[in-house]
């Protein structure tokens, strides 16, 4: 018996080595039309519809729940606008409102300007997270999503296909390394068939 026989778990574990590593690099190759050929943009653009539509009821969950408003804070967002909105109050009263009617602007002073704008941004300041809830509840559709998540899976498929080996290295080596343990197991069992059968 030839001492060769020993190195059988050795030879299955680079076999599994490398069958693992030209798994990994065809799955992340553009598909070349071969018939049969396994790539991972060909199963994502043939799933893609199925997983726009996983998006998309998830989303909408979200919105039916309230989970989505969360992540705008009302008051933080008002604080935000606040000096724009107030800007643009002042500039209406001082001067738009004057042009409009020109009967009102000649009645009203700054001291009633600075009043008639306190006035305005305290009601904003009120109305502000009541009209951000609607938006929330109404404003977002399944219509407006669909093509807005079309774009955005359609750019995750293409980034994950370019980006895909450099991204998922460390899970890749992984499965090269499994592809050589279960080589190497595979071997091992060939290897003591071998002399149980001898």
């Known amino acids: 018996m030839s001492n060769w026989i020993f190195v059988t778990p050795l030879l299955s574990a680079l076999l599994g080595w490398l069958i693992m590593a030209a798994f990994c690099y065809l799955l992340f190759r553009k598909p070349s039309g071969f018939p049969g050929q396994l790539s991972l ?4 653009l ?7 539509t996983l998006v998309e009821s998830g989303l909408i969950k979200q919105l039916e729940e309230g989970s989505l408003k969360n992540i705008v804070n009302p008051d933080a967002a008002y604080q935000q606008l606040n000096p724009m909105i107030e800007q643009h109050i002042d500039v209406f009263l001082r001067h738009k409102l004057k042009q409009e009617i020109p009967m009102i602007g000649s009645l009203i002073g700054d001291r009633t ?10 009601q904003l300041e009120e109305l502000f997270p009541q009209v951000m809830e609607t938006y929330f509840e109404k404003a977002i559709t399944k219509t407006e999503l669909q093509p ?3 774009r955005t899976v359609g750019r995750a498929i293409h980034y994950t296909i370019i980006a895909g080996p450099t991204f998922f290295k460390g899970e890749l080596r992984s499965l090269q390394w499994l592809g050589a343990v279960f080589g190497f197991i ?6 003591l068939l071998i002399l149980v059968m001898l």
Do not use: N, P
């Not at 943009?41 to 994502?44: H, Q």
């Not at 595979?186 to 290897?191: A, D, S, T, V």
């Open 186 to 191: 595979i071997g091992l069992l060939q290897l």
């Open 113 to 122: 300007i600075s009043q008639l704008k306190t006035v305005f941004m305290k």
């Open 148 to 150: 807005i998540l079309e």
């Open 46 to 52: 043939a799933r893609k519809d199925q997983i726009i």
């Open 41 to 44: 943009e060909k199963v994502l």
